[in-house]
């Protein structure tokens, strides 16, 4: 399968630069992959859209201010963006600068915070942060990653609207965007309704935002990304699935925890890295529905909507969210999928 059959063309004032003031203010584009059905919804409406019995999954991961400004010592500006923290002093990062620096380099960060490049890793750099721990230096001086697309400086209400309200566990570099759209009144409306929520952690990487450079996608290597998935999970997936109910995961990312921990074939508790690629023709173990964002032309997340829905029918689905102006990406409208048959590894889906 080639990537450019996941490619379409969008405009570019279909981008979302801002939120909306109001979370739940977004549409929502329903897909019923079976047979390609759309219907025009708002988020909002989600509670009614789901039935009692069945299980919303959400990632409860928290963004880091993981972009900091600096220098190198022997001049030349820097932008830094955390990949991930690996110890109290040391970190993987990503660096735009005109020239890479060497190994122990000297880097001058905001604030006069310093790091060392102690190591190069597959065109990421170690650093270790001599003056402060990393967090600390997060917290002073860094900015909210928002995504390439987004093209524009961060800003204090970025703060609270990258984040989803219910993330609790920092360690993400990019939001897990679906969760963007809940806010506390449709989170109780949908307990209200006897909707149940359960949460896993997948700290969403920069490698999210990698394109696939090989037209073969099978050739394409995803980004190692950490999760947990615990017991607790896995007991309330067995109970909804015992009561006929359907697990709803609420973003391509606690998708990617599920089927995770369900690589032995069934859900079981899981704490690791992953580095899962779920394309067309995947059969997906634990996920009967997922509320996910738009994703960008040819990226692992709109194959990975693929996989679930159906090639076809994502593509048209989405030639229609731009016919009817939807908002798109990080900041943008919402879709509610149900699964193609195919795509579901016993050939059936929960209703």
């Not at 697309?149 to 679906?178: L, N, S």
């Not at 947990?228 to 391509?252: F, I, K, L, M, P």
Request: charged share 25%.
């Amino acid at each position: 399968m080639k990537r450019s059959d996941f490619h379409y063309e969008l405009p570019d004032e279909l981008i979302a630069r801002y939120p909306l003031a109001e979370r739940t203010a977004s549409r929502l584009l329903c897909l019923d992959g079976a047979d390609g059905a759309v219907d025009h919804r708002r988020f909002e409406e989600l509670p009614d859209l789901l039935q009692p019995q069945d299980l919303l999954v959400f990632n409860d991961t928290r963004v880091i201010p993981a972009r900091v400004y600096g220098k190198k010592a022997s001049g030349g500006q820097l932008e830094m963006l955390v990949e991930r923290v690996l110890a109290t002093d040391a970190a993987l990062v990503h660096l735009k600068v005109s020239r890479s620096p060497a190994v122990g380099a000297r880097l001058i960060l905001e604030g006069g915070h310093e790091a060392v490049v102690e190591a190069r890793e597959e065109g990421l750099f170690r650093l270790r942060f001599t003056d402060s721990p990393v967090m600390a230096v997060l917290e002073a001086v860094g900015h909210m990653p928002l995504p390439p697309y987004i093209d524009r400086p961060d800003e204090v209400t970025d703060e609270e609207r990258y984040q989803t309200v219910f993330g609790e566990k920092p360690g993400a570099v990019a939001a897990p965007t679906a969760g963007l759209h809940f806010d506390e009144s449709v989170m109780a409306r949908l307990e209200a309704r006897g909707i149940r929520r359960t949460f896993v952690t997948l700290h969403v990487g920069a490698g999210t935002f990698q394109p696939v450079r090989t037209e073969d996608i099978r050739e394409h290597h995803m980004h190692q990304e950490w999760l947990s998935v615990e017991q607790s999970v896995v007991d309330a997936v067995a109970e909804t699935r015992a009561r006929g109910g359907r697990v709803v995961a609420v973003g391509t990312t606690a998708v990617r925890a599920l089927e995770s921990a369900s690589a032995s074939g069934r859900l079981a508790p899981f704490a690791g890295e992953t580095n899962i690629f779920i394309y067309p023709g995947y059969r997906f173990r634990s996920t009967d529905a997922m509320v996910t964002n738009f994703h960008l032309p040819e990226s692992t997340l709109i194959m990975l909507v693929s996989a679930f829905a159906g090639r076809e029918q994502t593509l048209a689905a989405y030639r229609a969210a731009i016919s009817e102006r939807y908002r798109f990406f990080s900041y943008g409208d919402a879709m509610l999928i149900f699964p193609h048959p195919d795509a579901i590894e016993d050939g059936s889906t929960h209703s």
